[in-house]
């Protein structure tokens, strides 16, 4: 089996919890796209793990972990990942390996992220600043630096040079302190060090799996709202999302995919700038965003909050072929008195769907709301759909409707046992 895990969201729906659900059958779990701007949390015992890009299923006992060619790496984050997971008895020898096609976050272009987004001044897109636009600028540029140069010593300080000397001079228009080329060089020479050992040609690997039928889980890192072609861009992420991507990210074939889940937080949050219809502004949302711990796993800033747009949701498992759905963060919404999911958006009097909006629609837009009311029971140690509440299963059979797809999983707490499975 090829399953694809897809946030349906703004991204934050919860995927890495997913993720470490379907990995335990798995025999290999692959990142395919993004990079660190993303953060997943697994949640094992008492303890919680935040990752950015090693895969969520590493935790798995027999399960190996692929960072695919569409990702993109900061080095420094990485090995910080490496070093949480052998400080807790993993070891990484022959269960992570890493494509020598990703390309590699480098020092110019995160301080290119911040002088971008200074110079936009009240106009800024609320980027996660770790360089992650100006490192897709330079892949598509032909500009970029691969973790195949940076095996290939010589021509890494060849290249790194180069680029550092053109990025620099941008730089010191925006008035940003120029890169450190020969600080710079000596510390990616220690990374190569560490690294060079899981660096190996992840297609082979895939294509066997693939033939001997072994299960595969790819982990898609970003909402498919923020696809850098189907999100209201340019507020968006700099990589494609959709399932799609597995493709070109990781060099399977779309036809090989069995299932796509398509996670879906109970209501909605986001992290950065843009229009969000259904955002609350209220003490309702507070309320939320502390309940459910709302903070940017990579930022740490807090997450805008909103309803349940199943408007929106209902495009991006279409687009996607979603399976089955995913439902999680369930337990937050416990102890409202109501609560709203929008079912569809009016502009000027007129109906209006996601597809044909842009970010100017879907700032100006009315949603159209249907409301449902709360239960006040703990539901975080259920674990069988009759055993919710009334109220609560209602909620769920209407999201389950009107999407068209069944769920599969709905969460109702942290824990990595904490799930109803249908």
């Known amino acids: 089996m090829i399953t694809v895990v897809i946030g349906t969201q703004w991204g934050d729906e919860g995927k890495g919890k997913i993720v470490d659900v379907y990995a335990s059958a798995a025999r290999y779990t692959v990142r395919f796209h993004g990079g660190n701007n993303a953060g997943h949390t697994v949640v094992v015992g008492d303890k919680k793990f935040f990752f950015h890009l090693i895969p969520s299923g590493i935790f798995q006992p027999n399960t190996i972990a692929v960072i695919a060619n569409g990702v993109i790496l900061d080095l420094e984050v990485l090995l910080g990942e490496m070093k949480l997971l052998t ?25 290119l992220d911040h002088a971008y987004e200074n110079a936009r001044g009240k106009n800024k897109l609320g980027t996660t600043g770790r360089g992650i636009g100006p490192t897709y600028a330079d892949k598509v540029s032909y500009n970029g630096l691969r973790m195949y140069e940076l095996i290939h010593w010589n021509t890494f300080v060849e290249k790194f040079t180069f680029q550092a000397g053109i990025k620099n001079k941008i730089l010191k228009t925006f008035g940003v302190e120029p890169v450190d080329v020969t600080g710079s060089l000596a510390k990616f020479k220690k990374f190569r060090t560490i690294i060079a050992p899981y660096v190996v040609d992840t297609y082979p690997v895939l ?12 982990e898609g890192a970003h909402g498919s709202m923020l696809d850098t072609d189907w999100s209201p861009y340019p507020f968006s992420t700099g990589s494609n999302t959709l399932v799609g991507a597995v493709n070109i990210g990781a060099g399977i074939p779309v036809k090989n995919i069995d299932t796509v889940i398509g996670v879906v937080k109970a209501y909605l949050s986001r992290v950065g700038g843009g229009p969000l219809p259904t955002e609350l502004t209220d003490k309702q949302a507070d309320v939320i965003r502390e309940k459910g711990h709302e903070y940017g796993t990579t930022t740490g800033r807090p ?64 949603p159209v709301y249907k409301t449902f009311k709360g239960w006040r029971e703990d539901i975080s140690g259920i674990r069988k759909f009759n055993k919710l509440p009334k109220n609560c299963q209602t909620y769920l059979r209407f999201i389950e409707t009107f999407l068209g797809i069944p769920l599969g999983i709905i969460s109702v707490g942290a824990e990595r046992r904490a799930n109803i499975y249908l």
Do not use: M
């Open 303 to 366: 997450r805008r909050i909103g309803w349940l747009d199943l408007e929106a949701v209902k495009f991006t498992t279409a687009i996607n072929g979603v399976t089955k759905i995913a439902i999680t963060k369930l337990d937050i919404l416990n102890g409202l008195p109501e609560i709203n999911v929008c079912v569809g958006y009016t502009l000027r009097g007129k109906k209006i769907p996601y597809s044909s909006c842009g970010y100017e629609e879907l700032a100006k837009l009315t």
């Open 87 to 111: 400080d807790a008895g993993i070891r990484l020898k022959h269960k992570l390996i890493i494509s020598p096609r990703c390309h590699i976050i480098l020092p110019y272009h995160k301080a």
């Open 207 to 218: 294509t066997k799996a693939i033939v001997k039928k072994e299960s595969i889980v790819l």
